[in-house]
């Protein structure tokens, strides 16, 4: 499709000043390095991920609270309804389809970081949606001004390595350094009968200029 863009090709374009991660294909100007993480966190949180999946199987019908971060990164791809408009843009009803990783809750410093999207996480994220805001709107709440609290409308898919169960999600897609109550759809392998809420609160932006989310689902199983 003539429209597809791809932005892994088209990052020149784009300037650093459009924080937040719709601009995954910023050229960050500074390259302050936070603390690598190395072999032994990735370990740590594979274990976690381990513990993660069978903990809500123990609940007794409260819902169980479990937090995960997210770093969205490549590929990142966007479909234009006004293809003659500036690519790097987007308006109300383009759709997009976004990637990303799972970490530990609390693994995601708050705010702008050098934290790196492809560093090793307890599973993967993927997205789809529609745009309801355009990017002046994106702009604003980056800066903390006023601005359309909603960014998008998606399904989201969180899948752990250590078992490759998912769960799924949709709702409202917080802008810039809000936060917004999904609704969990449910899932599959050991999440096939559970159900609940994820609140889901922007918290940043990483490396690449993409946003970064700390997720906390609200989960029951259900007959």
């Given at each position: 499709?003539?429209?597809?863009?791809?932005?892994?090709?088209?990052?020149?374009?784009?300037?650093?000043?459009?924080?937040?991660?719709?601009?995954?294909?910023?050229?960050?100007?500074?390259?302050?390095?936070?603390?690598?993480?190395?072999?032994?966190?990735?370990?740590?949180?594979?274990?976690?991920?381990?513990?993660?999946?069978?903990?809500?199987?123990?609940?007794?019908?409260?819902?169980?609270?479990?937090?995960?971060?997210?770093?969205?990164?490549?590929?990142?791809?966007?479909?234009?309804?006004?293809?003659?408009?500036?690519?790097?843009?987007?308006?109300?009803?383009?759709?997009?389809?976004?990637?990303?990783?799972?970490?530990?809750?609390?693994?995601?410093?708050?705010?702008?970081?050098?934290?790196?999207?492809?560093?090793?996480?307890?599973?993967?994220?993927?997205?789809?949606?529609?745009?309801?805001?355009?990017?002046?709107?994106?702009?604003?709440?980056?800066?903390?001004?006023?601005?359309?609290?909603?960014?998008?409308?998606?399904?989201?898919?969180?899948t752990l390595y250590a078992d490759n169960s998912m769960l799924m999600t949709d709702g409202t897609w917080p802008n810039a350094y809000r936060s917004t109550?999904?609704?969990?759809?449910?899932?599959?392998?050991?999440?096939?009968?559970?159900?609940?809420?994820?609140?889901?609160?922007?918290?940043?932006?990483?490396?690449?200029?993409?946003?970064?989310?700390?997720?906390?689902?609200?989960?029951?199983?259900?007959?």
């Amino acid at each position: 499709m003539e429209n597809m863009i791809e932005f892994e090709r088209c990052s020149g374009r784009l300037t650093n000043d459009l924080p937040g991660w719709i601009r995954g294909s910023i050229l960050t100007r500074n390259k302050l390095v936070i603390g690598a993480i190395g072999l032994t966190a990735a370990m740590s949180m594979l274990v976690v991920a381990i513990a993660f999946p069978r903990e809500i199987l123990a609940s007794n019908g409260n819902p169980r609270s479990i937090i995960v971060d997210v770093a969205l990164g490549f590929p990142y791809y966007q479909n234009n309804v006004k293809p003659n408009a500036d690519p790097s843009a987007f308006f109300p009803g383009d759709t997009f389809i976004q990637d990303g990783n799972v970490y530990a809750g609390g693994t995601i410093p708050v705010g702008k970081t050098q934290f790196d999207p492809k560093t090793p996480g307890i599973g993967k994220y993927r997205s789809r949606g529609t745009f309801t805001t355009d990017l002046d709107n994106f702009i604003r709440a980056s800066k903390h001004e006023n601005a359309d609290h909603d960014l998008a409308f998606a399904t989201e898919m969180f899948t752990l390595y250590a078992d490759n169960s998912m769960l799924m999600t949709d709702g409202t897609w917080p802008n810039a350094y809000r936060s917004t109550t999904r609704v969990v759809l449910g899932g599959t392998g050991l999440y096939k009968n559970v159900v609940g809420e994820a609140y889901i609160e922007n918290i940043g932006e990483n490396k690449e200029g993409f946003c970064n989310f700390r997720v906390t689902f609200k989960l029951r199983q259900v007959d």
